[in-house]
């Protein structure tokens, strides 16, 4: 079965911390059997050569193409992944240290917005390949195609699939009749989803149903299973900005670290 991935764009500024995001391309292009482009963007008149790029790999004769296009940074790097139709647009956080930042920061912001694929922002110096994703879902369209897309992704993987369901009037009213309601409300909804995924995918699953705010329940799943990537679904630059910042994500993310995968809705 050929992987959907098979060409990967990697995102460097040559600092010491953009080692982690070209580290994981390199991975993950060896992994899958991908090309891999290294892209640096030069923004002012700079005598950085592809030589300068290759030196501050891992491994200077990596195989790897290296491109060097003129122009703003976020606007270079999604420029670059039309151009060379990459299937996967990988970038770090570079100084930023929490999801508030680094996703309102203005370079992962416009290139998560405007990328044409997925893109990874990757937080942790990788040790190995991702086995654990945490994949946070309200069984929206966009949630079913971010699970989708991970289980093509990441075909060996067990993937963690988390819904924080909502007590109604639990601040006023203590009654497990009415948390046995929610839960069974989000069970069939659970049920449902998994009738519409493919038998290999289903059996690949392991619910997580939670009640309370989304963040809390998603930190509580993900002390117990130590994810190590967490796969967010988005429906362009709204859904992208709702699921980035809420508390869907947010809590867990700046507390973890944990590399991040976003998926728009197709």
């Given at each position: 079965?050929?992987?959907?991935?098979?060409?990967?764009?990697?995102?460097?500024?040559?600092?010491?911390?953009?080692?982690?995001?070209?580290?994981?391309?390199?991975?993950?292009?060896?992994?899958?059997?991908?090309?891999?482009?290294?892209?640096?963007?030069?923004?002012?008149?700079?005598?950085?050569?592809?030589?300068?790029?290759?030196?501050?790999?891992?491994?200077?004769?990596?195989?790897?193409?290296?491109?060097?296009?003129?122009?703003?940074?976020?606007?270079?790097?999604?420029?670059?992944?039309?151009?060379?139709?990459?299937?996967?647009?990988?970038?770090?956080?570079?100084?930023?240290?929490?999801?508030?930042?680094?996703?309102?920061?203005?370079?992962?912001?416009?290139?998560?917005?405007?990328?044409?694929?997925?893109?990874l922002v990757v937080k942790q110096r990788p040790?190995?390949?991702?086995?654990?994703?945490?994949?946070?879902?309200?069984?929206?369209?966009?949630?079913?195609?971010?699970?989708?897309?991970?289980?093509?992704?990441?075909?060996?993987?067990?993937?963690?699939?988390?819904?924080?369901?909502?007590?109604?009037?639990?601040?006023?009213?203590?009654?497990?009749?009415?948390?046995?309601?929610?839960?069974?409300?989000?069970?069939?909804?659970?049920?449902?989803?998994?009738?519409?995924?493919?038998?290999?995918?289903?059996?690949?699953?392991?619910?997580?149903?939670?009640?309370?705010?989304?963040?809390?329940?998603?930190?509580?799943?993900?002390?117990?299973?130590?994810?190590?990537?967490?796969?967010?679904?988005?429906?362009?630059?709204?859904?992208l900005m709702q699921a980035a910042i809420g508390?869907?994500?947010?809590?867990?993310?700046?507390?973890?670290?944990?590399?991040?995968?976003?998926?728009?809705?197709?």
């Amino acid at each position: 079965m050929t992987h959907p991935v098979r060409s990967i764009l990697v995102a460097t500024d040559l600092a010491p911390r953009s080692d982690r995001a070209v580290d994981r391309a390199l991975e993950l292009g060896r992994e899958w059997n991908a090309e891999v482009h290294v892209v640096h963007a030069i923004e002012r008149d700079a005598p950085t050569t592809a030589l300068d790029v290759r030196r501050a790999l891992p491994d200077p004769g990596a195989k790897a193409a290296v491109s060097l296009p003129y122009g703003p940074a976020p606007k270079a790097i999604t420029d670059t992944a039309r151009e060379i139709g990459a299937d996967l647009l990988v970038i770090g956080v570079a100084r930023y240290n929490h999801l508030g930042d680094y996703l309102l920061g203005t370079a992962v912001d416009h290139v998560v917005r405007n990328a044409p694929c997925p893109v990874l922002v990757v937080k942790q110096r990788p040790h190995g390949p991702y086995q654990r994703p945490l994949i946070a879902s309200d069984f929206s369209r966009g949630a079913k195609a971010a699970l989708l897309g991970a289980a093509a992704l990441f075909p060996q993987a067990r993937l963690h699939l988390v819904h924080a369901y909502h007590v109604p009037f639990e601040s006023r009213i203590k009654s497990e009749d009415i948390r046995d309601i929610a839960r069974s409300e989000a069970r069939q909804k659970l049920d449902a989803l998994l009738a519409e995924l493919p038998q290999d995918v289903r059996a690949r699953i392991e619910p997580h149903l939670g009640a309370g705010e989304p963040g809390t329940v998603l930190e509580n799943v993900a002390g117990r299973v130590w994810p190590d990537l967490v796969v967010i679904g988005a429906r362009g630059v709204s859904g992208l900005m709702q699921a980035a910042i809420g508390s869907v994500a947010s809590s867990l993310l700046e507390r973890t670290g944990v590399d991040t995968l976003v998926i728009k809705e197709g």
